[in-house]
């Protein structure tokens, strides 16, 4: 079965700090696709980024870096110098494309608090 | 940049009435989602619909739920009898092909009294 675990249920820091976010999953696929999105307060989901199964490069936009590491089953994320609006909750997502679908299963979510 | 639109964005309605949510997907997408969050909790998927037929629902999508795409643009979601537990936060997605990733719409939050 398919499972995405993100252990860290709420993080507070301070403005300015580095912050990573844990996911950890589980599939016997061997193609799958991995994915972060924000939820801001707003409500909406905000795509991050998208990383397949073949893809072990670790990738850097911004503030926001990503290390997947397939050893360890992890995609983890870290904001770099966080800010106070980079304040949201957090998912890490896992896909497997099979027949006419491609449904994502979610973690639990990070809440993360950057205080000013 | 082409987005998925919810409306309404949100609705209340009275347990035991039908609802109808309603999703414009990006007009070239072919594959289709609906997906439920409940409050402070994680994003559930609902169903998926492709070449105009559900091709995958889980537990939660019982009889209670029906979707369908009338008109080659709008994307709907029905829930014949509405209960308090199905008071949530349902998001509309779609996407061009598999393993492109997904845009979601912006939700509509329904409140069943």
């Known amino acids: 079965a398919q499972k995405v675990t993100q252990a860290q249920t709420e993080i507070s820091v301070v403005e300015k700090e580095d912050v990573t976010l844990d996911c950890v999953y589980e599939t016997r696929d061997t193609t799958y696709y991995l994915f972060w999105y924000k939820q801001p307060p707003s409500g909406e989901l905000v795509f991050l980024i998208r990383r397949n199964s073949f893809d072990e490069q670790n990738e850097i936009s911004g503030r926001y870096s990503w290390n997947f590491q397939k050893s360890t089953s992890s995609f983890n994320f870290t904001i770099t110098a966080s800010q106070v609006v980079d304040s949201a909750v957090y998912f890490c997502a896992l896909s497997f494309p099979q027949g006419g679908s491609e449904k994502l299963v979610f973690g639990k979510g990070t809440k993360l608090t950057v205080n000013p | 940049e082409p987005e998925v639109t919810q409306t309404p964005s949100h609705q209340v309605t009275q347990m035991g009435q039908e609802v109808i949510l309603r999703c414009v997907p990006i007009?070239?997408?072919?594959?289709f989602y609906w997906y439920r969050q409940i409050l402070g909790q994680k994003v559930e998927f609902l169903v998926s619909f492709y070449n105009n037929e559900i091709s995958e629902k889980s537990e939660i999508f019982d009889d209670q739920f029906s979707v369908e795409r009338p008109d080659g643009s709008n994307f709907t979601l029905k829930i014949r009898s509405t209960k308090l537990e199905d008071s949530a936060m349902y998001f509309c997605?779609?996407?061009?092909?598999?393993?492109?990733?997904?845009?979601f719409g912006s939700g509509t939050r329904l409140t069943v009294v």
């Open positions: 007009s070239n997408h072919l594959y």
């Open positions: 997605a779609s996407s061009g092909d598999r393993g492109q990733g997904y845009t």
